[in-house]
């Protein structure tokens, strides 16, 4: 038994199954949940998890110093990648993004545990029994989504950092009767 929407595709079977509501503490997948989120924006995760392949390609594994020192033809070859969404403004800010957390790194700092801190390194594990009860947003994605926008972080909304906290485990949403809770 799994929540409803993991059964849609092999890729979100898997991906429900091994690493959505999990907690995470490895800095590269952040980087990749975080740009991915935001290319799912006005977009359903579907449309983006079948893509996620072609995405580790064009951003090289997110491998963050990579990505940050990407320049205008590699952002331009990105435009004109059929296998990610080409949206200049998602392409811009996961280069923005990038460059933001290669700064905290170069600070001593690190994304996940600036995440994680906002919870205390404790995941918040809910129990619904419908998705119709899940929020889109919370006081928790919205405080979050302030800072991370304060520090210069784009496409990084309330709805799409709840998604992100989701996909990171620092949320875990599986229904009460997922067997993968």
């Not at 429900?16 to 995760?45: C, I």
């Not at 580790?56 to 320049?71: L, S």
């Not at 998705?131 to 990084?156: W, Y």
Request: proline share 2%.
């Amino acid at each position: 038994m799994r929540c409803e929407w993991g059964n849609s595709s092999e890729e979100m079977k898997s991906y429900h199954d091994k690493e959505w509501g999990k907690p995470n503490h490895d800095e590269r997948y952040f980087f990749e949940m975080l740009t991915l989120e935001g290319a799912q924006a006005g977009l359903s995760w579907a449309t983006i998890i079948k893509r996620r392949q072609t995405y580790r390609q064009a951003y090289d594994n997110f491998d963050i110093e990579k990505v940050a020192a990407f320049d205008q033809t590699k952002r331009d070859a990105l435009l004109q990648d059929k296998g990610i969404i080409r949206n200049r403004l998602k392409v811009d800010s996961s280069i923005n993004n990038a460059k933001l957390i290669q700064s905290m790194h170069d600070n001593g700092q690190t994304f996940f545990e600036y995440i994680w801190k906002f919870v205390d390194n404790k995941p918040i594990i809910n129990h619904y029994s419908d998705m119709s009860e899940m929020p889109a947003q919370t006081e928790l994605s919205q405080r979050i989504s302030k800072d991370l926008k304060k520090k210069g972080f784009r496409f990084v909304g309330p709805t799409i950092i709840y998604s992100f906290l989701q996909a990171v485990g620092v949320i875990n949403d599986h229904l009460d009767t997922c067997d993968f809770k």
